[in-house]
């Protein structure tokens, strides 16, 4: 069996219906395994914080994954700044500004 | 004396929502979940709906109104079976990023999620392939939902937004004020190049004797052809476009090289293969585009300019990765080119343009043994030199396509329109009607084989009933030629599922009013095409072609450039 590299990434999202769903969605797409997932929510009302731990083959590809949840949950950040990273390896930090 | 709050319908302010973002041309087909929008559309005369007769030209043909005209394309249809027949469409425009907006209606949300009659969960199959979705589940919120569909759709990476309208809020009655249409997320620019990063492309820029310019979609999209322009004249590289990249420069610019990728022309590709420093403009590596990946380009470094972060460093690495706009992108990149006159790799690109010139069976006068048949290849070159470049091309998907792409010379700006990331067949007839619309005064052209035709033939209804003049150009070889030519170079000439036997297509044409000819020798072929282009209305060319001809050259499917065959 070829060995598994697990990744974890933090999102913080709007509370809202079908968000969850379009991360799954995306994972699901690329044939990603979940392996955990947390969602709760946060000290800013109405933004979810989710913590997803997933697995696949190659560790090449994760920034692409990364760029493209960030596109997802870019649509429903305003909040001043939110931040958006991997936990485990820090291939990439990106802040999301407000309206200003 | 009570004061009456004036009052308005959900649909309603649905329409009137549509009118201030400027939408004209609605291509739809009702039922009855979405019966109450249509009810509204005669308050509404700016809106003009046009009835197709299957919701997938819909989608299609709002693409092609969204391709021509750089601003989102509308099409509707009604809930369940209606709005999955949308999907294809919907598909197509997420791959080849177009914006369109996809009204759908829905079950009363009393009854969402009980199976009720023609309810389909039309979001949750359309998550993967939407920039985003939206279900209205309060008539307050239409301003709004609207106004950040169409913002979304055509902001950033353009892509196909879905608003789905359950039957209640469409027929809900509330207070006529008190909306609040503010976009809740507006779209950050990106952050643009870096002075760092100008330094980097200036470096590679001074020291490349083998550079060449990739010309994507993005030039098109983001209006950048000029600045573009400005930089390769100042630079004297040579391009190179992807498919949807071509009609973004002249045709018959000095230094373009022709199209890349699977079918590309022998000099861009032999360029591409020996190039020193590949300037990406607009585009994402597609596999089609490079083939084999590890041996991509593999002397070359990449200066890859992208608006959407996630396609770079998808396929090809970039050496320097430029996360901006186009436009200010390569204005700062033209300040810091240098020209020089690269002689030897010009002469290289000729050495082979002449080599091709000199196999390429368009050449060699037509007939093949006894046949008389016309080539493609031929057709597309007439017609190419009796429009003088100038058209409307939109083609279907297939042989004719990378035809149509390889010998029109398209010489203005944005008109060559088709399906390039999901390669749907059916796409051509409809999206023409799209076209057309939005340029009712020039001429549009339909490329399409046999097979394409017969996956969205039921508009030739539309075409009659609206007079929608476009001129259809069926390349008939009795085949699905594409998938022909690939058993026959890679599954031992079995041919499988892929004769086709055919109506008489005139005659089907002729029973929607529509005229016609058959062309089957080439002495025939200008008379024809002069007559279509002549004529007042819709008017359909049939070629007989022969249906054992390729289009060459071929890079198979995952291989490297230098497995490129040029002969069967
Ligand atoms: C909807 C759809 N089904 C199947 C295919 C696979 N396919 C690609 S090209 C092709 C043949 C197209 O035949 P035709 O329209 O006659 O054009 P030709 O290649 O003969 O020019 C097929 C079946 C596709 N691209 N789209």
Known sequence: ?100 | MARHKKTIKGAELFCRSLVKEGVTYLFGYTGGAIMPVYDAFPKFPQLKHIMVRHEQAAAFAAQGVARASGKPGVCIATSGPGATNLMTGIADAHLDSIPIVAITGQVATSVIGTDAFQESDIIGMLVPVTKQSYILDDPYEIPRVVKEAFYLANTGRKGPVIIDLPKDIANAVIPDDGFDATIRYPVLPPPGIGKDQVAHAQRLMASSERPIVFVGHGVIQSGAQGEVRRFLEKSNMPFSCTLHGISALPGDHPQYLGMMGMHGTVEANRAIENADLIIALGMRFDDRVTGKLDEYAKDADVIHVEHDPSEINKNVRATVPIYSDLKPAVVEMTKVVGHKPYKKWYAFAAENRRYWEGIDPVNQGNSRGDKQNPLMGTVIRKLSDLTDGRDNVVSDVGQHQMFAARYYQFNRFNTWFNSGGLGSMGFSVPAAMGVKYTRPKERVWVIVGDGSFQMNIQELGTIMEQNIDIKILLLNNNFLGMVRQWQDLFHGSRFIGTPVKNPDFIALASAYGISGERVTAEKSLEPALRRAMKHKGAYLVEIVTDMDEMIMPMIPAGSRFSDMRVTR
């Open chain 1, 1 to 100: 069996m070829r060995q598994k590299k697990l990744h974890t990434i933090l999102a913080f999202a709007h509370n809202q219906p079908g968000v969850l769903y379009k991360l799954l969605s995306l994972i699901r797409k690329k044939r990603y395994n979940v392996e955990t997932i947390t969602v709760g929510h946060t000290h800013v009302e109405g933004i979810s914080r989710m913590t997803i731990s997933f697995s696949h083959g190659e560790g090449n590809k994760i920034e692409q994954i990364v760029q493209q949840i960030a596109k997802i949950t870019a649509d429903f950040y305003e909040q001043e700044a939110v931040m958006f990273y991997l936990l485990s390896e820090k291939v990439f930090i990106r802040h999301f500004g407000g309206k200003k």
